[in-house]
């Protein structure tokens, strides 16, 4: 099973579309693949699935629960703890929940077990099936305020649905913070999905610096494009990053988006893209 993550600097670059139209691509061609939503703050891959949802698992995550009568007020959860989830008071310790992120040092150090872990819901993950498709989708309940563990859960589980299929496909949430360094972690390759402008360009910079910083291969994918020299595809030259492929613009596609018929506007010129990003993937990873 190969690891695709698709990623973009910004919101509206095309992440997901191109997430779905090669998700399908692959299953034309015969090539089984699972779809994973893991933009969990605002997932939309199943606006463009037409699937049934066959299930629904409730997802928690761990945080500390103060027992007064086992805590002696020494101080030291609130000296271990990074992110100021905890607060001493003369009689009372306050957790705060929005900010703990269950690393446990609190809960393991304790010299007197007086912060045990007790199990928050954070969310659920969803399984759609259509005919041919699967998609696993993360969905962050509202007000909760930290993606990670969902999309780290999401992404263990995944692991059952892909094992007898060639391709994993993470969509992953916009940006360059901490949900989309987990979400493309573990990736084999990575897709940049940029669009030819001088905000997606600033973007796109940002977000390649990032994926150097933490050593991951990557190709860019020019989306919504209206020539073969732009703005982006001078910047990789430069930069010696590679264009994996130009989809282009096309007003046919735009407005079968907008139905949530991608498929319909998939004509010769977007087929082709398809058709590259996939041999380029083949090429790099199955040596």
């Given at each position: 099973m190969l690891k695709i993550a698709i990623v973009s600097g910004k919101g509206g670059a095309g992440k997901t579309s191109l997430s779905v139209m090669l998700s399908q691509y692959l299953w034309e061609k015969g090539e089984e693949n699972l779809l994973v939503d893991l933009d969990v703050e605002e997932p939309n891959a199943s606006l463009f699935f037409h699937g049934q949802k066959e299930a629904q698992k409730v997802k928690y995550k761990e945080i500390p629960s103060w027992q007064s009568d086992l805590c002696t007020f020494c101080g030291k959860c609130t000296k271990l703890c990074n992110f100021n989830a905890l607060a001493m008071l003369p009689e009372q310790v306050l957790v705060f929940e929005e900010l703990c992120h269950g690393c446990r040092a609190c809960s393991d150090l304790c010299p007197t077990n007086a912060l045990p872990m007790k199990e928050k819901e954070m969310g659920v993950m969803n399984i759609y099936k259509n005919?041919?498709?699967?998609?696993?989708?993360?969905?962050?309940?509202?007000?909760?305020?930290?993606?990670?563990?969902?999309?780290?859960?999401?992404?263990?589980?995944?692991?059952?649905?892909?094992?007898?299929?060639?391709?994993?496909?993470?969509?992953?949430?916009?940006?360059?913070?901490?949900?989309?360094?987990?979400?493309?972690?573990?990736?084999?390759?990575?897709?940049?999905?940029?669009?030819?402008?001088?905000?997606?360009?600033?973007?796109?910079?940002?977000?390649?610096?990032?994926?150097?910083?933490?050593?991951?291969?990557?190709?860019?994918?020019?989306?919504?494009?209206?020539?073969?020299?732009?703005?982006?595809?001078?910047?990789?030259?430069?930069?010696?990053?590679?264009?994996?492929?130009?989809?282009?613009?096309?007003?046919?596609?735009?407005?079968?988006?907008?139905?949530?018929?991608?498929?319909?506007?998939?004509?010769?010129?977007?087929?082709?893209?398809?058709?590259?990003?996939?041999?380029?993937?083949?090429?790099?990873?199955?040596?």
């Open positions: 005919q041919e498709m699967q998609l696993l989708e993360g969905l962050l309940n509202i007000g909760e305020q930290q993606a990670v563990p969902l999309i780290k859960q999401v992404k263990q589980e995944s692991e059952q649905y892909g094992d007898q299929k060639g391709f994993t496909f993470f969509d992953a949430p916009p940006g360059t913070s901490c949900p989309m360094i987990e979400a493309v972690k573990d990736a084999d390759y990575i897709l940049l999905v940029s669009e030819a402008t001088a905000f997606g360009l600033n973007d796109m910079k940002l977000t390649v610096d990032t994926l150097r910083e933490i050593d991951k291969p990557f190709g860019v994918v020019v989306n919504k494009s209206t020539s073969e020299q732009n703005l982006i595809t001078e910047y990789c030259r430069a930069d010696d990053v590679p264009v994996v492929a130009n989809v282009p613009y096309s007003q046919v596609f735009a407005r079968a988006y907008a139905r949530g018929r991608l498929g319909e506007g998939m004509d010769e010129q977007l087929t082709d893209a398809m058709k590259a990003i996939y041999e380029h993937l083949m090429e790099k990873l199955t040596v």
